[in-house]
């Protein structure tokens, strides 16, 4: 029976500081973890049980180790036992990693990876396409297209699979080939790639006529907050930011909070829970409130870069444009299994700053441009519009 929903403003939150959490996405053909620090036992406020809404068909955490141990007393693979677990519980975000996988997983969080160069995600209908491809990577060099479907991987089909599944069939170990199945309208094809170690190249800036400085961030590995903050301090008094987050499939969410901190004075980012806790980012203070921002943002917009986009949206700090985002707001939390294995299992999930749910829903702009109009073009347009200091 469903529990009582989660409370959009908990009276009583504490800041995070340790615990490893995780909101999975695709990152560069690998999903990336995103931290949520918090220290239970730290003293800096107080916490409660909170009335919080389950995390939907999932899987205890401790029923989960327990199998793994008992496979591997019998001498079985506790990530096998773990993985049939994971694939019955109806957790669409669970995964399990052997140790040389989450050892990878884990390499993207310092700004490079091994594999093709291409972002994907799931589409309706559990199908997968791609979202984009790095520019000089052996994806791109194939001449793959954001927007083709991705049919298979090493000639596995991924239709249905979870991403995270999908990401530890494109990564591998350099110098390696995969072959992907892929289609494009009608035509279908196959193409054999080598992966490489590329650089993640998650923020970049750029000077837009009229003064504004676009900052682009495809995804929040370590250090990109800072980055993004550097940005809006080098950006010309006055000048309007446009920050677009099309594609930006999550990260770290301490590096979120200190991108969304650029642009706010302290206060609330997000809330959110963890098997029954409530708990809440807060944005650092001292980042510029004065200067015009607008967040371009679409549907592969998702998980960390939606929390971003929710604060700035929800404390007026940016009017949003593009279309509607991804909706990946569970939380999730990995376990370490007896073989060393790691499974990630969804515990809860996070708001917005004025306790919007965003697990499914997503993230409507506040401007959508016409069909057939260029949302870069239309945000650049509606910044323009909002004048220095707005």
């Known amino acids: 029976m469903p529990g009582p929903e989660f409370s959009p403003r908990p009276r009583r939150i504490r800041r995070g500081a340790a615990l490893t959490l995780v909101f999975a996405g695709v990152l560069a053909a690998g999903a990336v973890t995103d931290a949520l620090p918090h220290d239970r036992s730290s003293g800096d406020g107080e916490t409660r049980p909170g009335a919080v809404r389950p995390s939907g068909p999932g899987v205890d955490r401790d029923d989960l180790v327990r199998v793994?141990?008992?496979a591997v007393a019998e001498g079985g693979s506790a990530a096998q036992a773990a993985e049939e677990v994971v694939s019955r519980s109806g957790d669409r975000w669970g995964a399990v990693y052997d140790p040389r996988e989450y050892e990878k997983f884990q390499q993207t969080l310092d700004g490079e990876y091994t594999g093709v160069g291409l972002w994907a995600r799931p589409t309706a209908g559990g199908r997968v396409e791609v979202a984009r491809v790095q520019p000089g990577g052996p994806a791109a060099k194939a001449g793959i297209r954001s927007g083709d479907?991705?049919?298979?991987?090493?000639?596995?089909?991924?239709?249905?699979?979870?991403?995270?599944?999908?990401?530890g069939l494109l990564r591998g170990e350099e110098r390696t080939s995969v072959s992907l199945g892929l289609q494009r309208g009608s035509r279908t094809w196959t193409r054999e790639l080598i992966r490489t170690t590329l650089p993640s190249e998650s923020v970049t800036v750029e000077q837009l006529d009229g003064g504004a400085v676009k900052i682009r961030v495809s995804s929040f590995t370590r250090g990109s907050g800072e980055r993004v903050k550097e940005a809006v301090e080098d950006a010309p008094d006055g000048a309007g930011v446009l920050l677009d987050l099309r594609g930006n499939s999550g990260g770290l969410v301490t590096e979120a909070v200190t991108a969304a901190s650029a642009f706010l004075d302290g206060g609330l980012v997000a809330t959110y829970d963890v098997e029954g806790e409530q708990l809440a980012l807060y944005a650092e203070p001292g980042g510029d409130t004065g200067r015009p921002v607008v967040a371009l943002v679409d549907g592969g917009t998702m998980s960390a870069a939606e929390m971003v986009t929710g604060a700035l949206k929800?404390?007026?700090?940016?009017?949003?444009?593009?279309?509607?985002?991804?909706?990946?707001?569970?939380?999730?939390?990995p376990s370490t299994l007896p073989d060393g294995s790691v499974a990630e299992l969804t515990v809860g999930h996070y708001r917005t700053p004025e306790g919007h749910d965003l697990d499914g829903r997503g993230i409507t702009p506040d401007l959508t441009p016409a069909e057939g109009e260029d949302p870069e073009r239309r945000a650049e347009t509606v910044l323009s519009g909002l004048g220095p200091g707005s």
């Open 68 to 70: 793994a141990s008992e």
């Open 149 to 167: 479907r991705l049919r298979t991987v090493g000639g596995r089909s991924v239709e249905g699979r979870p991403v995270t599944e999908i990401v």
């Open 314 to 333: 929800d404390r007026g700090r940016a009017v949003t444009v593009g279309s509607r985002t991804f909706g990946k707001g569970s939380v999730q939390m």
